[in-house]
Nanobody
Framework: QLQAFGGGLVQAGGSLRLSCAAS????????MGWYRQTPGKERESVAA????????AYTDSVKGRFTISRDVAQNTVYLQMNSLKPEDTAVYYC?????????WGKGTLVTVSS
């Protein structure tokens, strides 16, 4: 129901754009967001966007480097990641929160080499 794309290998300082499309079976989205997880660590929220207003929030470590955006018509959320650092290496997950459910997509691996 959530399909994420765009992970890969990039050198430090480079950019990647992740995208995540929510299937038509997901209705009344309130918030969509991106999370990331590295082995041995808890999953952390990276960025989130309110579906109706477009207001955004970021974890401190990515502010000024990552931008979350959405295409309401396409039910798709994006994460533009610039100035990538090795510490950004993780599996990135997208998530959608509706009035009644939370949905998670399969992760996409982002590897940033130094």
């Amino acid at each position: 129901q959530l399909q994420a794309f765009g992970g890969g290998l990039v050198q430090a300082g480079g950019s990647l754009r992740l995208s995540c499309a929510a299937s038509g079976s997901i209705f009344s989205i309130n918030v969509m967001g991106w999370y990331r997880q590295t082995p041995g660590k808890e999953r952390e929220s990276v960025a989130a966007i309110r579906w109706n207003s477009g207001s955004t929030a970021y974890t401190d470590s990515v502010k000024g480097r990552f931008t979350i955006s959405r295409d309401v018509a396409q039910n798709t959320v994006y994460l533009q990641m610039n100035s990538l650092k090795p510490e950004d290496t993780a599996v990135y997950y997208c998530a959608a929160t509706t009035r009644t459910n939370d949905y998670w997509g399969k992760g996409t691996l982002v590897t940033v080499s130094s």
